[in-house]
């Protein structure tokens, strides 16, 4: 079965252009999850979708936002780009609920902002 | 609010010598624990997981972890380390019960291990 897919792997933007960062789930998980990587830290959270809902949102400005599809795949974007948020963007599904919900993360989506 | 502590940003090891990451967890519920492992430019593997069920957890690669609540640990250990164990680890902490959706992580330590 396929893992967690993010597109995509790299991308360079400049300040105050804005965007998006796709994510698929593993088949039959309906929880995405997206995470903040700086280099040298550990993932933040910022956003968690389970079945369509906002269930969880971190500490980030609302230039970030997210959506979840019918499909469970998600979006996450982020206006008005700045220096700090260059990272790694990690996404993360998990199974249905009734156990810790252990998260399985994507590669990343490495952005550069200039 | 639930955090999560491990000493050490850099831990260096001989191959065949014994691995120890240090973690240390604080929540207000019982906990859900993990280990992550992080290659360089890739996401994040899970190596194991602490449910409740079992205070010494096994993950892979041979890597185990034991849950002390007494100490609110959850070092990682693995008896002899190989070069394709160099990688970052992450410790991180959920809460059991309620809005259970959200894993905090520490800050990662990275393991070195010389030939």
């Known amino acids: 079965d396929a893992g967690v897919t993010q597109s995509p792997t790299h991308l360079i933007k400049t300040r105050g252009q804005h965007v998006t960062l796709r994510c698929s789930p593993i088949?039959?998980?309906?929880?995405v999850s997206w995470y903040q990587q700086v280099l040298g830290q550990g993932p933040q959270f910022i956003f968690q979708y389970y079945e369509k809902e906002e269930r969880g949102r971190g500490n980030f400005p609302d230039r970030f936002s997210a959506r979840q599809f019918p499909n469970y795949s998600s979006e996450l974007n982020v206006n008005a780009l700045l220096l700090g948020d260059s990272a790694l963007y990690l996404c993360?599904?998990?199974?249905?609920?009734?156990?810790?919900?252990?998260?399985?993360f994507g590669e990343g989506s490495r952005l550069t902002v200039l | 609010a639930q955090s999560v502590t491990q000493l050490g940003s850099h831990v260096s090891v001989s191959e065949g010598a014994l691995v120890l990451l240090r973690c240390n967890y604080s929540?207000?519920?019982?906990?859900?624990l993990f280990w992550y492992v992080q290659y360089p430019n890739q996401g994040l593997q899970l190596l194991l997981k602490y449910t409740s069920a079992a205070t010494l957890v096994k993950g892979i690669n041979g890597f185990e972890a034991e849950f002390k609540k007494s100490e609110t640990s959850f070092h990682l250990t693995k008896p002899s380390a190989h070069m394709s164990d160099a990688a970052e680890y992450f410790c991180a902490v959920k809460n059991s019960g309620g809005s259970n959706y959200k894993l905090t992580f520490g800050k990662g330590t990275l393991l070195t291990v010389n030939p």
């Open positions: 929540s207000s519920v019982p906990p859900y």
């Open positions: 993360a599904s998990s199974p249905p609920p009734g156990g810790p919900g252990e998260l399985f």
């Open positions: 088949s039959g998980h309906k929880s």
